[in-house]
């Protein structure tokens, strides 16, 4: 069966635009036009994919993705935004987007993307449907690798996104070992990938930050020139 694709956005032509072009490309294809729509959608038919707008009137993109990101697991999201600065990408990355697309973007590359992702997102839906996934400890961290499900010293469930899953597991999998960040996006994205793709920076970086704020010692530490390195020795049970 075709991907089900959700395509979230305000603009009734563009949402039409690329509706129809994914559609030609063999996707099963589904529209909301605002956040609303997008739960109702969600609760109705969970979608393998989400392309989401940023700018929407009401609940915008940014607030909607928040809310997603506490699904188990979320799909991933493309967010679109004719905002395209920097500034504003780290912005949708840190909220939970898989990937991130100025508008107006090339309707080709977004195929591209969603391939992409789609790749990954069975590549790891098919590494948990195997019975023998491990679970790591790691500095008082659990890490189950099947249900993909992560806790803190005081067993507290920490959610992690797809691509912040396929991070920590390349860590827990090669621990007290640096890793080059190109090791690590061809870990998250594949072979195919473009080594100039920052969004694996901010995922590392909102990785890091949720292995952290819980006041914890430091797990991951930057190694300068050279990559990140997982500090704590990893025990598989």
């Known amino acids: 069966m075709s991907a089900h694709i959700l395509v979230v956005d305000d603009d009734p032509d563009l949402r039409r635009l690329i509706a129809d072009f994914l559609a030609q490309h063999g996707f099963r294809v589904s529209t909301a036009e605002n956040a609303a729509q997008l739960r109702l959608a969600m609760r109705d038919q969970r979608p393998d994919l ?22 188990r697991p979320a799909p991933p999201v493309i967010m679109l935004s004719a905002l395209g600065s920097d500034t504003d990408r780290i912005i949708g990355l840190e909220v ?31 590494r948990q449907s195997s019975s023998t996934q491990p679970v790591y400890e790691f500095g008082g961290w659990r890490l189950d690798a099947l249900h993909r499900d992560l806790r803190d010293p005081e067993g507290v469930y920490v959610s992690l996104s797809d691509g912040e899953f396929t991070l920590l597991r390349s ?30 920076d901010s995922q590392i970086s909102r990785l890091r930050r949720k292995l952290n704020e819980r006041g914890y010692p430091e797990l991951i530490r930057t190694i300068r020139n050279e990559g990140y390195l997982l500090l704590p020795p990893v025990r598989r049970l």
Do not use: W
Request: glycine share 4%; with cysteine.
């Open 171 to 200: 860590f827990v999998e090669h621990p007290q070992r640096v890793l080059s960040r190109d090791l690590l996006l061809v870990q998250a994205r594949g072979q195919d990938c473009d080594v100039y793709d920052r969004a694996i």
């Open 96 to 126: 939970g987007a898989d990937d991130y697309l100025s508008k107006p973007c090339n309707p080709r590359e977004l195929l591209a993307r969603i391939r992409a992702l789609l790749r990954r997102a069975q590549a790891s839906s098919e």
């Open 50 to 71: 989400i392309v989401l707008d940023v700018m929407m009137p009401g609940e915008d993109g940014l607030t909607a993705i928040r809310q997603l990101a506490a699904e």
